[in-house]
């Protein structure tokens, strides 16, 4: 399996543009989390879905982020307008997340740059 | 609810020195407890797990056991390398509502010297 797959690795935007992130879970898992890294804040966790149904969306900063499972292999997460705030690496996971005890799998992140 | 707190970094040895990491929980009742690891330019990865109380979890000279009587699951290494330089991050897993997600620690970053 080729892992999670996160596109694009890197984004430079001006701000008040939109930006979207996608990503590609591990087949068969059923868990999907979106994280954000930042030195100020370290890792953070913004939304994840179970069997592509929104969990928990309490980390979601603001409005002006959205996430999306329209399907088990495809996810996206968008920020209209962007703002260099948030500037930082987004990080999505994924693992078998029905109990027991779930490895989380993750995506080698997109580091986003907000001008 | 659920947590863990890790040591504050940055963490800097020289080659060959003893590392020691901790890690304590907070959670009701014993869950499975976890050690990330994050390379420079990459995500996470699983470096080691323990699924009960008093287990040990190893992986790649790194150690870390699970002390029920002190909450804790301190990772251990007696010979770092230059190759160990990451970050390092505890976490447990999420009950009842949370079931799935993964609670991590603010992560430790440690640099080995040559």
């Known amino acids: 399996d080729a892992g999670v797959i996160q596109s694009p690795r890197h984004e430079v935007t001006e701000m008040g543009q939109e930006v979207t992130l996608r990503c590609k879970p591990i087949s068969g898992h059923n868990s999907l989390f979106w994280y954000r890294q930042t030195m100020m804040r370290g890792l953070e966790l913004l939304i994840y879905f179970n069997n592509n149904v929104p969990i928990d969306d309490s980390g979601m900063p603001e409005d002006r982020f959205s996430a999306k499972m329209p399907n088990a292999s495809f996810s996206t997460l968008k920020i209209q307008p962007s703002e260099p705030r948030d500037s930082a690496v987004y990080f999505c996971?994924?693992?078998?997340?029905?109990?027991?005890?779930?490895?989380?799998?993750f995506g080698q992140g997109t580091r986003l740059t907000v001008v | 609810g659920d947590s863990v707190t890790q040591m504050e970094g940055p963490v800097t040895l020289s080659e060959e020195a003893f590392l020691t990491i901790n890690c304590t929980y907070t959670?009701?009742?014993?869950?499975?407890l976890f050690w990330y690891v994050q390379y420079p330019g990459e995500g996470l990865q699983l470096l080691l797990k323990?699924?009960?109380?008093?287990d040990k979890g190893s992986n790649k000279g790194f150690e870390a056991t699970y002390r029920k009587e002190t909450t804790s699951f301190h990772l251990e290494k007696g010979s770092v390398q230059v190759s160990d330089s990451a970050v390092y991050f505890c976490?447990?897993?999420?009950?009842?509502?949370?079931?799935?997600?993964?609670?991590f620690g603010r992560g430790t970053q440690l640099t080995v010297w040559p």
């Open positions: 323990a699924t009960k109380a008093d």
């Open positions: 959670a009701t009742g014993y869950p499975s």
């Open positions: 996971a994924s693992s078998l997340g029905t109990g027991g005890t779930p490895e989380a799998f």
């Open positions: 976490a447990l897993p999420g009950r009842g509502s949370t079931l799935g997600r993964l609670y």
